[in-house]
């Protein structure tokens, strides 16, 4: 199958652009797996290498019909699965900004991407902690937050891809403020929640015990709390600990949880229910979601052995809160 030749045909329904990402990782196979599940939820603008996609053999018959945007931006000789290579990280990020430029075009209405190597990105001589924060970059978002969902929980983080000794140092009144507002602000526009209930996990243990293991919960996070409840009228609770809030979010208590670092987020949505999960960045001018894992290096070869739920998911999510978001 050559799927240079495939355009998408005239139609009404929301353009999604898919970045393959690693052309050395999961992406082709996965796309190629998600599609056919997928018919007629919307419109497929596929950005990525056309070469890579054709050496995927676990695809068949099903594929709806969807533009392919081949950069041919991956050298043949010496090609390779499951590979940290810099030319592979640079094409990573060509698929990004291709997209990027998709969407200031108007010709794709949300971004989905598939997993990138951060490894690769950093050979290839980008500062580059994850999509989130490339994609503020390129947009000039100043302002952003990124939320973690699954079929139970939402979560945002306060930080994110930093060591934790630093977590500490990183978190202030100004920052607990703007994720908690902005997440507010975006569960209510994606997700069309009149009042969202919150809830704010700890920092420390037992959420400190009032202030008996670690000052955090007194000096930064119950401050923020009360000028929102005041001032805003936000359903919000907390500091309660970890264990608790999200315990509670499960149960359907809260309609998000915001956590105060990366794997106080991670480790209940992968335990939750991991092929569910959605990276999802809100702040962004467009909707933006990602499947919930890596590159997959190990399987890349053999995407038979991937499970495409996780991206399934993310698309879904994409136009879902494109539609949400259009109706405001």
């Given amino acids: 199958m050559n799927l240079k030749h495939n355009p998408t045909s005239k139609s009404s329904k929301l353009r999604v652009g898919i970045t393959m990402g690693d052309p050395s990782g999961i992406g082709a196979g996965l796309i190629l797996k998600a599609l056919p599940k997928l018919k ?13 996609l054709n050496k995927i ?3 068949g018959s099903g594929l709806p019909t969807f533009r392919l945007v081949d950069l041919n931006n991956v050298r043949r000789d010496n090609f390779s699965f499951g590979k940290v290579k810099a030319e592979y990280g640079r094409a990573s990020i060509e698929y990004l900004d291709k997209a990027l430029e998709l969407v200031k075009d108007k010709a794709i ?33 100043k ?23 630093d977590v500490p140092l990183k978190i202030n009144k100004e920052k607990i403020l703007k994720t908690i507002f902005l997440t507010h602000k975006g569960i209510k526009e994606m997700f069309a929640l009149t009042s969202p209930r919150m809830v704010v996990c700890g920092l ?3 959420a400190s015990d009032n202030g008996l293991i670690g000052g955090e919960e007194n000096r930064h996070i119950k401050p923020v709390i009360q000028k929102l409840r005041r001032r805003l009228r936000m359903k919000l609770d907390g ?18 949880v915001i956590a105060m ?22 702040g962004l ?19 038979d052995l991937a499970n495409p739920n996780s991206l399934i998911e993310a698309i879904r999510l994409a136009v879902k809160c494109t539609i949400n978001q259009k109706k405001d």
């Avoid at 302002?143 to 699954?150: A, G, K």
């Avoid at 670092?261 to 809100?282: F, R």
Wanted: with cysteine; net charge neutral.
């Fill in 57 to 59: 053999k676990a695809f």
């Fill in 204 to 206: 420390n243990p037992h």
């Fill in 239 to 256: 500091p309660l600990p970890a264990d608790v809030a999200i315990y509670k979010a499960t149960r359907n208590e809260y309609d998000c």
């Fill in 109 to 141: 209405d949300c971004l989905v991407t598939c997993p990138v190597s951060k490894e690769a990105v950093s050979l290839a001589g980008f500062k580059f902690r994850g999509h989130t924060e490339y994609l503020a970059k390129q947009t000039h978002t």
């Fill in 40 to 52: 007629n939820l919307a419109d497929f603008v596929i950005i990525a290498d056309g070469w890579v």
């Fill in 143 to 165: 302002d952003f937050v990124m939320l973690l969902l699954n079929k139970d929980l939402r979560i945002g983080l306060v930080t994110r891809h930093i060591p934790l000794k």
């Fill in 285 to 303: 001018p467009f909707v933006r979601t990602s499947p919930l894992h890596g590159t997959a290096f190990d399987i890349a070869r053999n995407p």
């Fill in 261 to 282: 670092y990366h794997d106080q987020a991670l480790i209940p949505l992968k335990l939750y229910g991991s092929d569910t999960g959605v990276n999802m960045t809100l």
